[in-house]
């Protein structure tokens, strides 16, 4: 996957990764985009794990009477005139269970003065709950005298049936007739429904819940549906868990939620039926064929948001499919862990080979997870609407039932239906269509078996896209998708795919197995991109391209993406990690592996340079925190899944992946990789699967000493977290060196006695001798030595450089000497120093620095040789770590001396691109004046806003003419002219967002849409973030916030918005976890102690119901309280030191 970040702390990937000024503008663009913006995109996926809207049906075996079979049908209604739980076409207000909010009143219930809960039918004899008076929490039922609906609540009045004494409840039981809770009959009406034998829903809400049929626990208990947006009606949605059958109740301990290893699945046949113009429901059947690896008397596999037609449960043998098939004595649910459980009457044979079969109902949602929907306005302003998958990490089992583990491959048979004007694609090619039976206008696709693969890697997208074709690479069909007028934006795609295709069937020497790749851009889309085999999803941004309107960095990174999910056909979908655990194999991998293709691809665009300056530098400035992770974790719950997909995985990953490949030198590395891919075809791996490979090609080809393995080295790095800082001091023609773990900021309350060491590969460099090309170890330090010698070198007056060209994961060191025979060469000839290493110079200064261990004075005087400075390279490493200080000095009276002090270096930089944008430029000759602009914009470069303000005058005259502002320069354009200018210039800009139909374009509005210095302006646009249907996408919400919350007129406005909006912000997106990303975001770059007393009062009035925000909250405290500790360090003595060197205009006393 391709987690959509851009920031340096920030979880996930690519996007920003790569180090390239996505667009610019210091701030608050840069920090935004850079930093910040998606930060809290890739959350998103967790974030919406929402809090659980069950649907708690009983099973007869509450009422003690019963062991038959539950049925548990919810039918979806598709008739027109159906209303009811599921469904409510265009009419279909409330009916059902569900019921609509504000009205509060649905179809088929009745409520009570208290007005919770429960479900009444009326004279229809249709539903069966009644509320009494008491009647909170209740749901309980009460038949009336048609006897419908089967429970009488209890004198407390709660729940029926089913009440633990923890109030869940609620209950129905319907007879025959039975028509229950959510519903549709023709007539139908109702909210749950039962059918004949039927046992129904019905919901209890707790004290807060309020409305029928509505909970909303977190405890997950209770409750048929929910509802979307307005309008929709009476839609059931569960979330996580099943329906019908019991419950199981969560336990109070940690819980193993993995699946048994009983059934091993081996085929699934999966149909699904989404009414993407209907009520968003999805009717599906799926097959699985399984193998017994153990005799079991359960069966158990994942389920969530799916209610299933328990009265069409088959379990059979493969050798009797005809006959009485195996008789499943419960069916149960448990939530907490998203099973669900059929115990069955007699045992299944080890060996022997069974098929399940099941019909269910799902839902089509709007969080973008499982099988969800999307929306868009065609070239009419017409809203269209497509169905699209995400799976990966747990989300398969939202789609259909089944074994949702990585290490449970199985062959996939899809089918989806779909209106005959739409199309429908999967992983693999379609073999027939044929019409629906019964269903005018429906067509059924039916695609070709998969090969063996992952539940998280199957995707279906169901639309009315259109494709383009090419035959580039001789035995792939490859395809890209998207809306049709988007469609000539996805060239770029097209001719780059099929190319990194066919260079990593070489680097890997393994063609790739499938007979096709589509590749399709989605208007939502909560990661940036989904390496489903076959099917790769995209972000929009992240796949499309308009050469006029997207602008460099745009086409670099679209190319780094597509690298990306292409390197993942082999590392993640081939051969796929045991469990999530080893997710850093996938995302290193293909993040490393990935870059090698965009170097394919751009030649000249020194990716693997970038890489040093972006990936890596970025996670050293992470991964120095005491609360880091080592890259291999224990993970279980879903939520703890989904945070490992971070840069620790990403960067951390892929960084040490490099450092590997050499020094084993590649072709030792490739040859290992090789051999693992292909022995493992098809299965499944641990990391140490892949260290033994590589070991053996090692010592092969004598590239790694016969006493040393791949695995003693690697385990050092990624069981422990955190990296050594190797300290270099000289004496005569030896060196001493130290190892020891680098942490920016100890904290003296952390207890942590792990004895951090690494086996860390040495490489050298001298003045006398200047080689930067020779990567393997010179010298390999131990885990069990935190001190080693080195002997001849050269004499004291001339410098060394540790780790060439920073392929090793660590910092370094030196003594005070060899620091300034280090600015003495950079001030007198900086190109004797390979381009990396002065980028590692910068960072391990400013770094160093930053923790203490070296003197500002010194790693200052580093970055004064900048002003001679023209590659691009150095110039990220250093303004990414002079982005620290400059957002600490904003607020502060040395603020002026700082400016002139990085104006002084970036002026020559400034003046050898020009304003002028040429798109002709070299790549990186682009990204500098990015940059360069970027800040000098930014620190108020009367010369940058003088020509950003005329050049969007330019505009305001020519509204139609996009050609008036480069791509690359339109976010720092924009965002000039817009803190310039007042409502007319926003107003303007805002048109042109609502207008634009390119991806990158309307990004980087939005961001600059956040520089106005007016308060109200402002004030409304955070309301807009927050507000449906304001224009302003839900995954678009972050970046607006982080926009407006980076702009040092806006941040206090966005810190009370969010402690003003809390529930209005936790309500739109369904949990509190973006809420905490907010607060982070905000608090960023917080410094002071009265800041951190507000941090810690909203900590502690929210402290019931932070839930899964602590931790960011947590996080942004941590941070402030380093932020202050840092001012109080090092502000006088920057100061001093700027002072001393001429850059006054200050107002302080110096
Ligand atoms: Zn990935």
Redesign the pocket.
């Known amino acids: ?2 987690g959509y970040s851009q920031s340096r702390e920030a979880l996930d ?1 690519d996007v920003t990764k790569v180090g390239r000024p996505v667009s610019l503008v210091r701030k608050p663009a840069v920090y935004v985009q850079r930093r910040v913006a998606v930060l809290l995109a890739f959350l998103f996926v967790s974030a919406t794990l929402a809090t659980g809207l069950l649907v708690y049906f009983n099973s007869s075996q509450a009422e003690g009477t019963s062991k038959k079979t539950l049925d548990l049908t919810v039918s979806t209604p598709l008739q027109e005139t159906g209303v009811g739980g599921v469904v409510p076409q265009e009419t279909g207000v409330g009916a059902g269970g569900v019921v609509p909010q504000e009205t509060g009143v649905g179809d088929g219930v009745v409520l009570q003065e208290t007005g919770v809960g429960g479900v009444v039918l009326q004279e229809t004899g249709v539903g069966g709950v009644v509320l009494q008076e008491t009647g909170v929490g209740a749901g309980g039922v009460v038949p009336q005298e048609t006897g419908v609906g089967g429970v009488v609540p209890q004198e407390t009045g709660v729940g029926g049936v089913v009440p633990q004494e923890t109030g869940v409840g609620g209950v129905v039981v319907p007879q025959e007739t039975g028509v229950g809770g959510v519903v549709p009959q023709e007539t139908g009406v109702g909210g749950v429904v039962l059918q004949e034998t039927g046992v129904g829903g019905v919901v209890v809400p707790q004290e807060t819940g309020v409305g029928d049929g509505v909970v909303l626990q977190e405890t997950g208990v209770g409750g048929v549906v929910v509802l979307q947006e307005k309008g929709v009606g009476g839609v059931v949605v569960p979330q996580e868990t099943g329906v019908g059958g019991v419950v199981v109740p969560p336990s109070r301990e940690e819980v193993n939620i993995r699946l048994p290893r009983a059934l091993k699945p081996l085929h699934y046949m999966v149909k699904l039926q989404p009414f993407i113009n209907g009520n968003f429901s999805i009717q599906g059947f799926v097959q699985v064929r399984m193998v017994a690896l153990q005799a079991t008397s359960n069966l158990t596999l994942h389920i969530a948001d799916i209610i299933t037609k328990n009265d069409t449960i088959k379990l059979v043998p493969v050798d009797d499919p005809e006959g009485p098939g195996i008789g499943i004595t419960q069916n149960l649910y448990d939530n907490e862990r998203q099973f669900y459980i059929a115990l069955l009457e007699t045992e299944l044979v080890e060996g022997k080979q069974y098929v399940l079969s099941m019909q269910f109902t799902g839902y089509l949602n709007d969080q973008l997870k499982g099988f969800y929907r999307s929306t868009y306005k065609d070239q009419d302003g017409n809203d269209r609407w497509i169905a699209v998958s995400q799976f990966e990490p747990t989300d398969a089992r939202r789609a259909f039932p089944c074994f949702d583990e990585p290490s449970m491959k199985a062959e996939f048979e899809i089918y989806l239906a779909r209106e005959s004007s739409m199309n429908a694609i999967s992983n693999m090619p379609k073999v027939e269509s044929f019409p629906v039976e019964g269903q005018e206008g429906w067509m059924w696709d039916h695609f070709n078996t998969s090969v063996p693969m992952s539940t998280y890697l199957v995707a279906f997208v169901v639309s009315d896209f259109v494709h383009m074709d090419s035959q580039d690479n001789d035995h792939v069909l490859f395809r890209v998708w998207s809306r049709e007028s988007a469609i000539d934006q996805a060239s770029y795609a097209l001719q780059t795919g099929p190319e990194v295709l066919t260079f990593f069937e070489n680097y890997f020497s393994i063609p790739f197995p499938l007979p096709k790749q589509d590749m399709i851009a989605i208007p939502d889309f909560s990661a940036g991109a989904m ?1 489903n085999w076959g099917l790769i999803t995209y972000r929009e941004t992240d796949m499309l391209l308009n050469p006029v309107a997207s602008g460099a960095s745009s086409m670099e990174f679209v190319t780094v993406v597509v690298a ?2 292409l390197a ?1 056909q082999w590392f ?1 979908n081939l051969v796929t990690p045991k469990w999530w655990t080893d997710i850093w194999l ?2 290193g991998f ?2 490393y592996v990935g870059t090698l293709g965009v170097n394919h691809i751009g030649p000249t665009w020194q990716s693997m340079e970038q890489f040093v300056s972006g990936d890596l530098q970025d996670v050293l400035a992470l991964d120095c925190l005491q609360s880091s992770h080592p890259i291999s974790v224990p993970v279980g719950h879903p939520d703890e899944i989904n945070q490992i997909f971070d840069s620790i995985s ?1 960067s951390k990953g892929a960084s040490i992946i490099r450092m590997m490949s050499n020094f084993l030198t590649e072709a030792t590395f490739r040859k290992g990789l090789t051999n693992y891919l292909s022995n493992l075809a098809y299965g499944n791996a641990e990391q140490d699967d892949l260290w033994q490979f590589l070991s053996e090609a090692g010592h092969e080809e004598a590239t790694l000493p016969a006493d040393l393995t791949v695995k003693m080295v690697m385990d050092t790095w990624t069981l422990q977290m955190g990296y050594p800082v190797v300290k270099v001091v000289r004496n005569g023609t030896l060196a001493t060196l130290t190892q020891e773990r680098f942490l920016l900021i100890k904290n003296e309350n952390w207890t942590d006695s792990h004895d951090y060491k690494w086996w860390i590969p040495l490489t050298y460099t001298t003045q006398e001798n200047p080689n930067f090309e020779s990567t393997p170890p010179d010298v390999w330090m131990k885990d069990s030595e935190s001190q080693i010698m080195i002997s001849s070198l050269p004499s004291q007056e001339h410098w060394v450089i540790f780790n060439v060209q920073e392929t090793g994961f660590y910092r370094v060191n030196y003594d005070d000497d060899n620091w300034n025979l280090l600015i003495k060469q950079l001030n007198t000839n900086h190109t004797l120093i390979h381009v990396v290493n002065r980028a590692q110079i910068i960072d391990d200064a400013l770094d160093l620095a930053q923790a203490g261990q070296l003197s500002y004075n010194t790693a200052l005087n580093v970055n004064v040789y900048l002003r001679n400075e023209t590659e691009y390279v150095p110039w990220e490493s250093a303004l990414s770590n002079l982005e620290y200080l400059e957002m600490m000095f904003t607020r502060s009276a040395g603020y002026g001396a700082l400016k002139s002090y990085l104006l002084a270096i970036l002026t020559p930089l400034y003046d050898s691109v020009g304003f002028e944008d040429n798109l002709n430029d070299p790549l990186l000759e682009q990204y500098k004046r990015v940059e360069a602009l970027s800040w000098a914009c930014n620190l108020d470069y009367q010369d940058c806003v003088h020509n950003s303000v005329s050049l969007f005058q330019q505009w305001m005259d020519n509204p139609a003419n996009r050609s008036i502002i480069s791509p690359n320069l339109m976010t720092t354009v924009c965002c000039t002219a817009i803190a310039a200018g007042g409502e007319e210039e926003w107003n303007f800009a805002w048109n042109q967002y609502l207008t634009s139909n390119v991806g990158a374009e309307k990004n980087k509005l939005l961001v600059a849409l956040g520089c106005s210095r007016e308060i109200w302006i402002l004030s409304r646009y955070l309301d807009m973030s927050f507000t449906e249907d304001s224009g302003i996408r839900k995954q678009d919400a972050h970046t607006v916030f982080g926009s407006v919350a980076r702009n040092d007129v806006g941040r206090d406005l966005a810190w009370n918005y969010v402690r003003e909006e809390w529930e209005k912000i936790s309500n739109y997106f369904g949990s509190f976890t973006t809420l905490g990303d907010l607060v982070k975001t905000v608090a960023y770059e917080f410094n002071t102690k009265q800041e951190k007393y507000e941090l810690e009062l909203f900590r502690e009035e929210h402290a019931g119901e932070l839930e899964t925000a602590k931790r960011a909250v947590d996080q942004a405290i941590e941070r402030t309280t380093n932020n202050i500790a840092w001012m109080e360090n090092y502000y006088d003595v920057i100061v001093l030191w700027l002072h001393d060197n001429g850059y006054h205009k200050m107002i302080k006393h110096f």
Request: net charge negative; charged share 25%.
């Open positions: 996957m391709t990937m390496e990306h999910e993942h993640g996938n995302e293909a993040t990403y």
